[in-house]
């Protein structure tokens, strides 16, 4: 087959993507995790009389338990698909990057299977969150002096 047809043949198979539709429920979706996570500081902080500070990390481990929950019972990916990076990108997603590696090899063992992958994803999160803060950090320390 001719490499033009090929690539005519492919553009017509191809879903067509609504970019502006997809940024608006990203958006929207987003904004939505961030009111659940303020509403749970506020439960925290109210109801349970947990300073501010150690509410903000209850926070954070109940959306990571609920971002795993979710991938295990098989809801996560469903929503993904349809909020897009509304879910990815905030906690959450990371929590079923981990999770899901994790339930793809369990039958490999603890080890070799759980440990050696569920970091593959996760992992570069975590290496360049760790190295953009590093560089962040120093070019502070040296515009500032502080």
């Not at 500081?41 to 959306?63: F, Q």
Request: aromatic share 14%; hydrophobic share 50%.
């Amino acid at each position: 087959m001719e490499k033009n047809k090929y690539k005519d043949l492919v553009k017509r198979h191809t879903p067509n993507e609504n970019r502006l539709y997809n940024v608006l429920i990203a958006f929207f979706i987003g904004g939505l995790m961030g009111m659940l996570g303020q509403f749970l500081m506020d439960i925290y902080t109210t109801y349970l009389s947990i300073p501010s500070k150690e509410a903000s990390v209850c926070m954070i481990v109940t959306l990571v338990f609920i971002g795993c929950l979710l991938t295990c019972l098989g809801f996560f990916d469903k929503w993904v698909n349809f909020a897009k990076c509304g879910l990815i990108i905030p906690i959450t997603g990371f929590a079923h990057s981990m999770m899901s590696a994790a339930l793809e090899y369990r039958k490999e063992g603890f080890v070799t299977g759980i440990g050696a992958n569920m970091f593959k994803l996760a992992g570069s999160v975590i290496i360049y969150g760790v190295v953009s803060a590093y560089i962040f950090g120093l070019l502070r320390v040296i515009i500032m002096g502080v």
